[in-house]
C-alpha cells in the first residue's frame, strides 16, 4: 500500500493506492473487521444480554486454550521444539490469570458495551504501561501477552461475523473477504469495502463486480491505518481509499459520479443495438452471472445471453450442492428468464479460491489441486445429479453446459461420457430433458490451450478462462497482491496461447469465445476482436461499456494490429498498441 498524497489541505485526508478492483464510488464511515488488531465496533447491549455477552468470552476462552494446546503439541513434535513448546507454558498460564479477564467482565457489566470493544479496550491499556514498563521481564512479557489477548479478541470476533452486527451504512475493511463474505454482504449497508490482500481476479473481486459495489484490494497494513468511525472514500475506479474526504475532495467525487451516471445513461442508447465492429463483424456479447437474480441486470443492460453461469453459489450458501430436482428447478428457471437467448452453464468449479471451509482437507497449493473436474469427476454422484438437472432444464430452452479447469483431453471425454451416460438415464425414467445441448470446453490450463485442437474435436464451443489462464501460464495467483505485476493478461506467451486456441476452435468450425475479465478489459479489447474470437462474455454491469467498445472498432484494424502484437517480446508493447488503438476508438470510455 503506498500513501499517494501527503497533506497539503488542513483537514487530515490522507489518500492509500491499491488494486482497482471493483469500479465505483462509495462513501461511508469505516468499519474496521477480521484484522488481527483491528478495533472492534463498540455498542451498547441490552441489560438482560450481558450475561451472554460474558458466555461469550468463556467460549472464546475454551477455544483459545485449545488452539494454544494444539500449538504446543506441534511445536513439540519438532527436533528441538521441547524447548520452544513450553513457551506456550506462559501463554496458557495467562489464560489462568483471571485479574485482566474479570477487569473485561467488569466493563461489560458496568457499562454494558460488547464484549469484544471491552476486551479490546482493556488489552490496549496494559499493553501501553507494560511497554513503558521499567521492568525488563514484564517488557519481554507484551509480546505473548499481545499474542494470547489477539487470539481470544479473533475467537470472539470469529464467533460473532461483523457484518452481522453492524447495521448502519459502512465501508467494510477488512484484512482479507473470502468470496461467500463478499456474496453475503447486504449492498444497502455495505458502501464498499478494501482489503489488505487479494487480486483483482479473485473470485472476491469478481463478486463485487457483479454486485456493483466499489472495491480496492492490496492495501497493506489498512487495517492498522484506519478505525471504525473513521470518515471514508472509496474510488473503485482508480482504486483508492480516501480517509477523511475533503469537502473539495467530495465535490469533485460528485462530479464523477454524475459524470458516470450520463455517461451510462448514453450507454443505454445502444441496448438494443448489435454488438458488431464498424466494418460489420458480428460478435456474439453475453453476460457472466453468479446468482439466479442477475437475470434481469443481464438483460437490462442488452447481453445476448447468459455466457457463462457459475454455479459456486449453491456450495457458498448450503456448503454441498443441492439436489438434482433443486439445481433443475433453478437452472429451469434461468433458461426461461433470459428466452428466447440462451445460457451456458458451467458446471461446479470448487475448489481454488471458491473452496469453501469443510468441503475438503486443506491444501498445500489449492489452485493446483483438486478442483473444477478434478473433483467433480471424482465425485460422480454429485456430478452426475448436476449433469442431470442440466439437461432437464434443456426441456425448458436453449441450454449448453461447460467443463472448468480441463487440463487433458481424457478429462473432456470423461465428462462427455458422464454426460450421455447422464441423458441415457433420463430417457429410461421417462423424465423431460433435451439431449441436444451444446458441449464445450473451458480454456484454462495452458496444456488445454496447447491441445485445443484435440479438445475442438470432441466440442461445440471453447471458452476461454483468461483469470485462470493467465494465472497457470504466469504462475502467479490470482488472488496475491504481492505479484499482481506479472498478472499480465497481454504477455506473449498468454496471447500466444489465445491465438493458438481461437485458430483450435476455428479450424474445426466451432465458435471461440473468452469469459474471463480479460474480455471487459477495455484495454485488451482490440486485441481479444483481432485474434478472432467470436464471443464475449462479461459480468451483467459492464455489457453496455464492453458493446460500445465492440461498435467502435474497426476488425479489420484489430486485425492488423494482433499480427503485429503477436511478434512482440513484451507486454509494454502490446499494451501501447492495445491502448493506441482503443484510444482512437473509444476514447471516451478510457477518460476517467
Ligand atoms: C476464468 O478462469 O477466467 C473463469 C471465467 O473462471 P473463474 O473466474 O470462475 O475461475
Ligand atoms: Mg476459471
Redesign the pocket.
Known amino acids: 500500500m503506498s500513501e499517494i498524497v501527503q497533506n497539503d489541505q488542513p483537514a487530515e485526508e490522507r489518500r492509500f493506492s491499491g488494486l482497482a478492483a471493483s469500479p465505483g464510488i462509495g462513501i461511508g464511515k469505516a468499519f474496521v473487521h477480521g484484522g488481527v488488531t483491528a478495533e472492534p465496533e463498540a455498542y451498547r447491549v441490552e441489560q438482560g444480554d450481558v450475561e451472554g455477552e460474558i458466555a461469550r468470552l468463556e467460549v472464546a476462552l475454551v477455544e483459545t486454550r485449545k488452539q494454544i494446546e494444539q500449538l504446543q503439541e506441534q511445536v513439540g513434535r519438532t527436533a528441538n521444539g521441547h524447548r520452544e513448546a513450553s513457551i506456550f507454558d506462559a501463554h496458557l498460564l495467562m489464560l489462568e490469570d483471571r485479574s485482566v479477564l474479570d477487569e473485561v467482565i467488569s466493563i461489560v457489566r458496568g457499562e454494558r458495551v460488547n464484549i469484544d470493544s471491552a476486551c479490546y479496550r482493556t488489552i490496549n491499556n496494559y499493553i501501553a504501561v507494560l511497554r513503558v514498563s521499567d521492568d525488563v521481564y514484564l517488557k519481554q512479557r507484551v509480546v505473548d501477552f499481545e499474542d494470547v489477548m489477539r487470539r481470544i479478541l479473533r475467537n470472539l470476533s470469529l464467533r460473532h461475523p461483523a457484518d452481522q452486527r453492524v447495521r448502519h451504512p459502512h465501508v467494510l475493511i477488512a484484512h482479507e473477504l473470502t468470496p461467500s463474505d463478499t456474496a453475503a454482504m447486504d449492498r444497502s449497508l455495505v458502501m464498499g469495502f478494501a482489503t489488505e490482500v487479494g487480486g483483482s481476479?479473485a473470485?472476491t473481486a469478481?463478486i463485487a463486480r457483479s454486485l456493483g459495489l466499489p472495491a480496492v484490494l492490496g492495501l497493506r497494513g489498512i487495517c492498522d491505518a484506519i478505525h471504525t468511525g473513521d470518515s471514508l472514500l472509496i474510488d473503485g475506479y482508480d482504486g483508492i481509499l480516501i480517509i477523511n474526504p475533503s469537502p473539495e475532495t467530495l465535490t469533485v467525487y460528485d462530479a464523477l459520479a454524475d459524470e458516470k451516471n450520463s455517461a451510462a445513461k448514453r450507454l443505454e442508447d445502444i441496448r438494443d443495438s448489435k454488438p458488431e465492429t464498424s466494418d460489420g463483424r458480428e460478435i456474439t456479447l453475453s453476460a457472466?452471472i453468479e446468482f439466479e437474480h442477475e437475470v434481469s441486470i443481464a438483460k437490462e443492460n442488452g447481453a445476448q445471453g447468459i455466457g457463462?453461469y457459475?454455479t459456486?453459489f449453491f456450495y457458498m450458501h448450503d456448503g454441498d450442492m443441492p439436489s438434482e430436482d433443486h439445481q433443475a428447478e433453478n437452472y429451469s428457471r434461468v433458461v426461461s428468464g433470459i428466452e428466447p437467448d440462451g445460457v451456458i452453464i458451467?458446471t461446479v468449479?470448487i475448489g481454488?479460491d471458491?473452496l469453501p471451509a469443510g468441503v475438503s482437507e486443506p491444501e498445500a497449493n489449492p489452485f493446483l489441486g483438486w478442483r473444477g473436474v478434478r473433483l467433480t469427476l471424482a465425485r460422480v454422484e454429485m456430478f452426475k445429479a448436476q449433469l442431470r438437472a442440466i439437461l432437464r432444464a434443456g426441456a425448458a430452452g436453449n441450454v449448453s453446459v461447460m467443463f472448468?479447469m480441463l487440463s487433458t483431453l481424457d478429462e473432456m471425454k470423461r465428462c462427455r461420457l458422464l454426460l450421455e451416460e447422464c441423458a441415457d438415464e433420463l430417457v429410461r425414467e421417462g423424465v423431460e430433458h433435451s439431449r441436444e445441448i451444446d458441449v464445450g470446453a473451458?480454456i484454462?490450463v495452458p496444456s488445454a490451450a496447447l491441445i485445443s485442437d484435440q479438445i475442438a474435436g470432441e466440442v461445440d464451443f471453447l471458452s476461454?478462462?483468461?483469470?485462470?489462464?493467465i494465472?497457470y501460464t504466469m504462475a502467479v495467483d490470482r488472488d496475491n497482491d504481492q505479484v499482481a505485476s506479472l498478472y499480465q493478461p497481454l504477455n506473449p506467451a498468454v496471447i500466444r496461447l489465445l491465438r493458438m486456441t481461437v485458430s483450435a476452435g476455428h479450424e474445426k468450425k466451432i465458435w471461440v469465445g473468452v469469459?474471463?475479465?480479460?474480455a471487459s478489459d477495455l484495454l485488451c479489447i482490440p486485441l481479444l476482436v483481432g485474434l478472432g474470437f467470436d464471443e464475449f462474455s462479461v459480468s451483467a454491469p459492464r455489457v453496455p461499456s464492453v458493446k460500445h467498445a465492440l461498435r467502435s472498432l474497426s476488425y479489420d484494424e484489430c486485425k492488423a494490429m494482433a499480427t503485429e502484437a503477436l511478434k512482440y517480446s513484451g507486454q509494454e508493447d502490446i499494451l501501447a498498441s492495445c491502448r493506441a488503438l482503443a484510444m482512437e476508438s473509444y476514447p471516451e470510455l478510457l477518460s476517467r
Not at 476461454?464 to 489462464?469: A, E, H, Q, S, W
Not at 469469459?515 to 480479460?518: D, F, H, L, W, Y
Open positions: 481476479t473470485h469478481i457472466n457463462l457459475r459456486e458451467r468449479d481454488g471458491k472448468p473451458m484454462e476461454v478462462g483468461t483469470n485462470d489462464l494465472q469469459c474471463g475479465e480479460m
